[in-house]
């Protein structure tokens, strides 16, 4: 359905050029969203998907180990969006040790990306309300370090800013002025807290997607964080109890149809389209996580069948087997450390798990060795694989 504009236009002078800035109109669309027949049975699909995806974790040997990998394979995938050159396994090793040949600032910028992310979800689970004030804060934790230092971690802009091109002049989009800045958000704040009136929650994430998206309050980051805010979302109103929902791998792979779309919302109000392809995207989404879900569940269990028949070393290459499963990128000293076995328990342990094809040794060293879940890090490497 297109409708007018969704919001106005204000002329802006920013970096010598004078260019036009937009501003959103308050959320829900006006008119409302036609729910045709074929709209509200994608999303009901994309609903019983999350239901689907919900469940999954109790097919999971251990939903925090899973977890741990699924957030990370989403950290890589957003900034790689953002032009990061980061592999799922150069942050497996930038959190083990900052090792020689991990390229330190892509790593840095993913791994804040985690704790990002897992400050947001900590303070949810606190009764800290989705809110302004949260946003800075995982804003602030996202740019602590590495590139982006610098672009007011934590702050909203004073400045105007743009996407696309390399002056406001040939810009793609040149979002709202600084001085506007904060009446966008007090309106998307409003609407997040169901004020004017209640909106589903799946709606909700994908109509305050494009909202930050276009306000793009922050001078860096405002992509990830965008991104972030449709699992805090879904986590808050309970649609998901862990964060297993990420959807960089298909914005990514359609991103060309993605940034249309977004547009598309701004000039013509064609919020109808953008709902269908975000349903498409928690569909595809939510069905890729179960089935990697059930993929690990078979390995993991596989695995430990194999251990299992080893005899009487099985209960310490067992205690190995799951320290990897905790951290799949490690060293012996790193592995004695979690098990608390001795050094001496731990080699020979791996020495059984390389023999028995579920340990790989990257290093070829005599010392410092580095031991990795190989079979385990694939199953979550799809998707991530940087260009050649």
Partial sequence: MKRKVQGNYRSVTTAGETVRAFIPAPLPPVPPIDWSEELRAKFD?????????DSASALVPDIGLFLYMYVRKEAVLSSMI?????????????EMAEMPGVPLDDAQEVSSYVAALDHGLTR?????PLSLRLLTEMHGVLLAKGRGSDRLPGEFRSSQ?????????????????????????????????DRPTPTPALVKAALAHVQFETIHPFLDG?????????TLILCEEKILREPLLYLSLYFKSNR???YELLNAVRTDGDWEKWLDFFADAIIDTAEQAVAAAGRMAQLVGADRAKVAALGRTAPTVAAVHRALLERPVATAKAIAGRSGLSMATVNKGLVQLTALGIVRETTEKRR???YTYAEYIAIM??????PS
Avoid: K
């Fill in 161 to 193: 800013n743009w996407i696309g091109g390399t002056r406001p002049g040939n810009a793609v989009f040149v979002p709202p002025p600084a001085d506007e800045v904060m009446a966008c958000l007090g309106a998307l704040e409003l609407f997040l807290h």
């Fill in 381 to 386: 490497n799809e998707g991530t694989e940087l």
């Fill in 124 to 128: 949810l689970r606190n009764g800290f």
């Fill in 222 to 230: 405002n992509g990830r964080l965008g991104r972030l805010l449709i």
């Fill in 368 to 370: 410092n060795r580095i």
């Fill in 82 to 94: 953002e032009g990061t050159q980061s592999s799922l396994s150069d942050l497996l090793l930038f």
């Fill in 45 to 53: 699909r994309a609903l019983m998907a999350l239901g689907r995806l």
């Fill in 256 to 258: 060309r149809r993605y």
